[in-house]
């Protein structure tokens, strides 16, 4: 019989429609084994405000080799710090959200699952009940020990950022010649072992208007990242195209040749893809020891408990976590 992978998949913010998407999901017949992380009761209720008819397994993480039921939604049980109403944020529960990811972690630095998923969480009313937290990304790579890399992927683009959730102001000063050369060599090597790729072609753009038209709009470009990709392309034989004006390389020209795109800053890349590819994107955190995706939304308040949420985002990164799984192997 074929070994499926096992899947960790938290269900996040429990106001919002994650609970919504992964009872959808249950449906569903992925090439994967699913483990929720999650309050066993809130699914129930959610289900039956949904009108959906699932039978909920409890069981410890320890046993899903053993205790995991086919034609039932697998849920460790997580338990809320308090009864959660679709739409209503309440911040008591930021505590049963993080220990959702904490237990999600733990099961795959254990072995007991190949990868994790993530449904969306809501930073602000994190930090709103005194747990500092910028994300995901962070937080999962804090817990592992690990420098992150955040791509978001869709059919035909790839998007990696040398920076993430910082201030405008403060992108310049944070890429360095350091930061980009593990950034690279990160992407180089997650491309390969998880994705498959044997020599991965990066796209890389400039920080500035038309990649600082030779100094003019900026030094960025001159000082910092053009030698930085001539010593990798030059010393670690890596195939990395540019820097290049973002406004043009964002285009059939050169994406159709890129295996990734390394961007600058967050807006400078992610509305692009989130324009070709909304609801069918994926948030991967490459540079990790586990393997981790997440959906490319928030958590959509409005749509909880409404089942008009869309499940295709989630759809996209439990297939991209299966398709990382197996290259891994």
Same mark, same amino acid.
């Given at each position: 019989?074929?070994?499926?992978?096992?899947?960790?998949v938290?269900?996040g913010?429990?106001?919002?429609?994650?609970p919504d998407?992964?009872?959808?999901?249950?449906?569903?017949?992925?090439?994967?084994k699913?483990?929720?992380?999650?309050d066993p009761?809130l699914?129930? +209720?959610?289900? #039956?405000l @949904?009108?959906?008819d *699932?039978q909920?397994?409890?069981?410890?993480i320890?046993?899903?080799? %053993?205790n995991y039921h086919?034609?039932?939604l697998?849920v460790?049980?997580?338990s809320l710090a308090?009864t959660?109403a679709p739409?209503?944020?309440d911040?008591a529960?930021?505590s049963?959200?993080?220990?959702?990811l904490?237990?999600?972690v733990?099961?795959?630095?254990q072995?007991?699952c190949d990868?994790?998923v993530?449904a969306?969480?809501?930073k602000g009313?994190?930090?709103d009940?005194?747990?500092?937290?910028?994300g995901?990304?962070?937080?999962?790579?804090?817990k592992v020990?690990?420098?992150?890399?955040?791509?978001?992927?869709c059919?035909?683009?790839?998007?990696?950022l040398a920076t993430?959730?910082?201030?405008?102001r403060d992108?310049s000063?944070?890429?360095?010649? +350091?930061?980009? #050369?593990? @950034?690279l060599?990160? *992407?180089?090597?997650?491309l390969?072992?998880?994705?498959?790729?044997e %020599?991965?072609?990066?796209?890389?753009?400039g920080?500035n208007?038309?990649?600082?038209?030779?100094?003019?709009?900026?030094?960025?470009?001159?000082?910092?990242?053009?030698?930085?990709?001539?010593?990798?392309?030059?010393?670690?034989?890596?195939?990395?195209?540019g820097p290049?004006?973002?406004?043009?390389l964002?285009?059939p020209?050169?994406l159709?040749?890129a295996?990734?795109?390394?961007?600058?800053?967050?807006?400078?890349?992610?509305?692009?893809l989130?324009?070709?590819?909304?609801?069918?994107?994926?948030n991967?955190t490459?540079?990790?020891p586990?393997?981790?995706?997440?959906?490319d939304h928030?958590t959509?308040l409005?749509?909880?408990g409404?089942?008009?949420a869309d499940?295709?985002?989630l759809?996209?990164?439990?297939?991209t976590a299966?398709?990382?799984?197996?290259?891994?192997r």
């Open positions: 019989m074929e070994h499926l992978p096992t899947l960790a938290t269900v913010e429990p106001a919002g429609i994650g998407l992964c009872l959808q999901q249950a449906s569903l017949s992925p090439n994967a699913l483990v929720f992380f999650a009761q699914l129930r +209720d959610r289900a #039956k @949904l009108g959906l *699932i909920i397994n409890e069981l410890q320890s046993e899903v080799s %053993k086919d034609n039932e697998n460790v049980p997580v308090t959660s739409g209503h944020l911040k529960n930021s049963y959200v993080l220990e959702t904490n237990q999600a733990q099961a795959c630095q072995g007991y990868a994790m993530t969306p969480v809501h009313i994190i930090n009940a005194g747990f500092g937290f910028s995901h990304t962070e937080f999962i790579a804090e020990n690990a420098y992150p890399v955040m791509m978001l992927a059919p035909g683009l790839r998007v990696a993430t959730h910082l201030p405008l992108v000063d944070a890429i360095t010649p +350091d930061s980009l #050369k593990t @950034l060599r990160i *992407i180089n090597h997650d390969k072992t998880r994705f498959a790729i %020599k991965p072609v990066i796209y890389v753009c920080l208007p038309h990649a600082g038209e030779g100094g003019h709009l900026g030094h960025e470009e001159i000082e910092v990242i053009s030698p930085t990709l001539e010593a990798l392309r030059e010393q670690e034989n890596m195939n990395l195209i290049l004006s973002a406004d043009t964002f285009t020209k050169y159709d040749q295996d990734a795109v390394l961007a600058m800053f967050h807006d400078q890349g992610l509305p692009v989130k324009h070709m590819g909304f609801g069918n994107a994926v991967i490459l540079g990790l586990i393997i981790r995706t997440s959906v928030g959509a409005e749509l909880a409404t089942g008009k499940i295709g985002s759809q996209q990164a439990i297939l299966v398709e990382m799984v197996n290259n891994s």
